[in-house]
Each structure stands twice: as structure tokens, then as C-alpha cells.
């Protein structure tokens, strides 16, 4: 006779779901996006990483989502910097350009 499992009250945050997942599917040097969104967030810090998240990286390409048009416009004013300040953080990978875009974050 099988088992029955007892009713679980408790919710896992559907962000340390995926971030678990995501971490055992990125490539072994520790690289990936979820690196990157880690390395952003420090780098980058709580006004700016509340407000735009890293969304997908293509060959030395970033793709950056932001929560709006202001944003949007204020941090390609701050794209050098911004660069400068990640690839400082990062150590293995080097990222040369970002583009930002209206998203979800």
C-alpha cells in the first residue's frame, strides 16, 4: 500500500526554487545568469538593483530589464559606469555591452 505524504503548510519562495535549479544547470566555472544577477546586485547596489535586473547574456552582451522609461533613460546615462563596476566584480567573464529594455523584474 502506498505511502501517503502529509499535507505540506510551508511555501518555498519560487526564487529559491529556480535559483536552486538554475545553479545545478549552469556551466561548471560558476559562470551563467544567475551568477551574473548575484554579481549585479552587489556591484550595482539597492536603487538601481531593485529597480533593473539582468535578463539574459549573449556572447559579451547583457540584456538588462528595467521598471520604466525613467529608469530606462537614467541608466544608459550610467552604462560606462556600470560596466565598469560589473566587470570589476566579475572574474572570469567580461561583459562589453549592456542593453536595457522595458521588462518584468
Known sequence: MEKKRQPNNTFTPIGQVLGSILDQCRSETGGG??????????AVGPPISENAK???????????????????????FLKIE??????HSLTNERIEDIKFKI???
Not at 545568469?33 to 552587489?42: A, D, F, G, Q, T
Not at 556600470?82 to 566587470?87: A, D, H, I, M, R
Open 54 to 76: 539582468p535578463f539574459a547574456v549573449k556572447g559579451s552582451l547583457l540584456l538588462v530589464h528595467v521598471s520604466s522609461s525613467a529608469w530606462l533613460h537614467q541608466l544608459r
Open 33 to 42: 545568469i544567475l551568477h551574473l544577477v548575484n554579481v549585479w546586485e552587489k
Open 82 to 87: 556600470l560596466l565598469e563596476k560589473l566587470n
Open 103 to 105: 521588462g518584468l523584474i
